[in-house]
Every structure is written in C-alpha cells, then in structure tokens.
C-alpha cells in the first residue's frame, strides 16, 4: 500500500462551514485537501436557504399584490412559475454546477478532492485508494440528509425530498406536505401561492412544535388563508401511489391524496460512513458530541449540522471562525515546539488571522481562541409572517426552574401593525430571568420578523439589563418599536 500523503489540515465535506474552514486555512497558508462528494458549498446555495428564499420572494410579491384591493385600488395577479424555476437555475444554481464554488476555493490555494473521506486511523483519512495524513488536524463538515420516515409503502414510490421541490420546472396540481416544521411550512405556502392545492399532515399536535405556541397559532392562521389544509395529530401509517396520485393513509382511517408527496420530517446525521471507530469516536450517536472549541476529539473539529446545534447556515458560519482561531493555534504551536521540521511554514499571515479571530470571539482575552457560546442562537422561519426566535421558548424556561416573565404584544396594535393594515399578523413574546432581570428568549412574528429579531438577540447575547431596555429611545413608527409595548407588559 502506497505511503498516505502528509498534508496540514484535510476537511471533509464542503458544505458552506467546511468550505469557508478550508479555504481561510488555505489562504493563511497552510496546506488544505478538501473532500467533497456532491456539491461544493453544500445544501444552502442549492437545495436550501438561497433558493428556497428566491421561492418565497416570489410568493410574497404576489401576496402583496392581492393586498392591494383595500389599500390602494384593485389589482388582478397571474402566477408564472416559469421566472422562478429560471431564476433559480441559472442565478442561483448554476444547474446544480458547481464550478464557480470549486474554483472559489482552489483559487485560495485548496485543494479539492472528489469523493468520499472516511477517516482512517489518528489524523489519516480515506478517500477512495488516497489516503492523507493531516499534519495539524481533521476537520468534518459532512452535514445531515433529509430523515424519511419507514412508513409503509413510502420507499417504493417518487417522493419528494427538499430537493424535488426546489428543482421543479412545471408545479404540480395538488400537493402533500408530510411534515409541519420550518421547511414544510416555507414550501407549502409558496406553492399554494402559486395555485397548488396543499395539504400539510403533522403528527404532532401543532405546526413549528419547536416554537412558542402562539407562533403556531400565527402561522397556521396565515396557510389556512392561503388556501392550505392542515391536519396535524395525524400520523402516517401507509403510503400508495398508483401511477399518478399519492395516497397518505393515517391513524384514525384519515386519508389524503395529492398529485405529489413532499417528505420534510427532519434531517440526520449519517456518522456511520465516517470511519468514526478507528479513532475510538463512538458513531452510534445522534450527532457529533464536540466541545466549546468544536472538537470532536485531539485533532478532530467538526462544524455544521452533524454537530447537532441547529441546521443554520448561520451556526456553520460562526462555528468556522472558531475552529479556523483553533486550528491555527494548534498550527502555531506546534511550530513554537522543539521539532517543527514536519510542519508547514506557517508564517505572520496566518498567525495574524489566529489573533485576529481570537480577539473577535465571544469570550477570551484578546489573542485567545474564542468558545462556542449558543444562548442566543438565532433562528427564522421565513414564511408570511416571518417567525423569529432567540433563545429559550417560555416552557423551556420554566422546565429549567427559572423564575420566568412573560411580556406579550400584538403587532396589530402597534402604530405601525395598524398602518400595515393588511397582513400586519403578528406579536412579540419575552421571556425573562425575573431573577437575572436579563432577556433569556424572544419571538418576533410579524411582516419582518427576522428583521425585528435582530435587536432581540442582541438583548439576550449581551445580556443587557431589563431597566436598559426600557429606557432605550425606540424609533416611531416600526415594527420594533413592538419591543418596548412588550416590555411594558413584562413589568
């Protein structure tokens, strides 16, 4: 067997995380080997947030025209579906190419490996007949897939992924949507938008059960306007397609028939193609356990979806600058150490860019590696309105035996809900440490949710004190000035 190749670092799966690990490394100058098998940038800028956005921008201008009537004359809407499929492809996508993201990161001195990487031993991994040797480290990115359930029949038949839906040219009459979380919900308006007839089956007893019950309400409220039927307490039981239509049969003898049948039930982790037992990681985990820094274990990092902090772009993101400070320190250090005759050159550039992101992390003294901090994790669900939320949930507050308050505004009530008039659903919920008098969670639903969001988060990650927030001047009239109405209520 041929001698493995010795290399810096070797990340596997280029999703936009890995990607962004791979490429910094790169440019500060140490040698990178990038494993990917599918698409370099991942699920994001081609099956997920880019596109699927595009999607919902689209449904939402032609929600806003039908709004007209009552505010300002009549107006008669056509959808097209036919400008979002191109726009998707050819601005988006690339058709699914993948090019432009690859040279992307060979251009920054990567190198990219087509494949799957499987580790294979103490900092070695396998990809096909190569094998490399990671001088400073291995740093996994290889994210989750869409998580079917084993419903009966379900296997045989042409369903939907996340996928399908995104790359449909020619919209389909009517549609099931098996699953009533973020993505589910995202994809079954925008397509009712668009004048297909949507079903939305749940097992549990309410759509986005991971957010506060009024923000179910909401939402629930604003599909049913839609025209989408949503059945939730249904579980499915058994799946047939007959050629042309699906049939979902579930508990109770409910039946639901539809010319396609999306499947968005979650995603998981696939830990069982890593290798993960020839380096003692016990891969019968959910997902990777990691610590405050992302690694997995001595010489392992892991950033992204496997590590089970959220399916955010926004969470791969943050949690790569982390393990770039990490990766870099470790690089540095070994180049300090007695022997750094088997250590690339790493020089000024590359230290630079360690102290630099030391310096910008969460906690740390300047220079030092910043630790992965998730009390304030952001998170939106882009339907209309937008759901957004930060933080704890109130039940998750008071399972945890903190003191909570709770602070309650309708966003109709608001000067600005009532100019909005028409689509101005909405509220903003706080959840207080009355203890603390600090901000541990909050949702903004309404017309720019994930907007308003922003100055939420920064109250629960800063931990501003509840009399600040009070006496801040909030501009009038926006949305956001909701905040103070629901700080008012708080006290």
């Known amino acids: ?31 990178v080997v990038g494993i990917e098998r599918n698409l370099v940038g991942g699920e994001c800028p081609y099956w997920g947030c880019i596109p699927s956005k595009m999607m919902i921008r689209a449904a939402n201008a032609l929600a806003e025209a ?38 992307r990161f060979t251009g920054k001195g990567g190198r990219l490996v087509r494949g799957s990487g499987r580790l294979d031993g103490p900092r070695r991994v396998r990809v096909g007949d190569q094998v490399f040797q990671a001088r400073h480290g291995i740093v996994l990115n290889t994210g989750t897939r869409p998580s079917v359930p084993p419903i009966d029949g379900l296997a045989d038949t042409p369903y939907w992924t996340n996928h399908q839906a995104i790359e449909v040219e020619q919209l389909p009459e009517s549609l099931l949507v098996l699953g009533g979380g973020a993505i589910g919900l995202e994809l079954a308006q925008v397509f009712a938008r668009f004048g297909v007839r949507v079903t939305v089956v749940e097992a549990l007893d309410r759509v986005l059960a991971i957010e506060e ?45 539809a010319e396609r049948l999306l499947v968005v039930t979650g995603r998981r982790a696939h830990l069982e193609e890593l290798g993960l037992d020839t380096v003692g990681v016990d891969a019968a ?3 990777l356990t ?22 955010f772009t926004h969470i791969a993101m943050y949690q790569a600058g982390i393990v770039i400070a990490d990766v870099l320190a470790h690089a540095r250090e070994a180049e300090a150490g007695p022997d750094a005759s088997g250590t690339a050159s790493v020089v000024g550039g590359a230290m630079g860019a360690a102290s630099s992101l030391g310096a910008s992390g969460s906690s740390g003294s300047a220079g030092s590696v910043p630790r992965a901090d998730y009390r304030a994790l952001p998170r939106v669900t882009f339907t209309d309105p937008e759901v957004g939320a930060v933080g704890l949930t109130e039940r998750q507050a008071r399972e945890r035996g903190i003191n909570v308050q709770v602070g309650f505004t ?39 949710g994930g907007e308003v969001l922003s100055a939420l988060v920064v109250a629960v990650h800063a931990a501003v004190p509840l009399s600040q927030l009070r006496h801040m001047i909030y501009a009038y009239p926006t949305f956001h000035r909701a905040i103070e109405d629901a700080l008012h209520d708080l006290s």
């Open 290 to 311: 990691v610590d405050d820094r992302l690694r997995v274990s001595d010489g392992i990092w892991a950033v992204g979806d496997v590590t089970g902090e959220g399916a």
């Open 1 to 31: 067997m041929a001698e493995p190749e010795v290399v810096d670092v070797v990340v596997i799966g280029l999703g936009v995380g890995g990607e962004e690990v791979a490429g910094r490394l790169a440019e500060a100058g140490l040698s």
């Open 66 to 103: 039908r709004r007209v009537d009552g505010l300002a004359g009549s107006a008669q809407v056509q959808p097209d579906w036919a400008p979002v499929a191109k726009r998707i492809r050819e601005e988006a996508t690339d058709t699914w190419d993948d090019t432009v993201a690859a040279d």
């Open 410 to 448: 309708k966003l109709g009530s608001s000067t600005r809900g009532w100019i909005h008039r028409v689509g101005d659903d909405g509220f903003i919920k706080l959840i207080a440490d009355a203890d603390q008098g600090v901000l541990i969670g909050a949702t903004s639903v309404g017309p720019a």
């Open 213 to 257: 019950p009024e923000a179910s309400e909401v939402a629930a409220a604003a599909l049913r306007a839609d025209g989408v039927e949503i059945h939730t307490g249904v579980r499915a039981e058994r799946v047939e397609h007959d050629g042309s239509r699906f049939t979902l049969h579930g508990n109770g003898g409910a039946a639901f028939t």
């Open 285 to 287: 985990q959910r997902y």
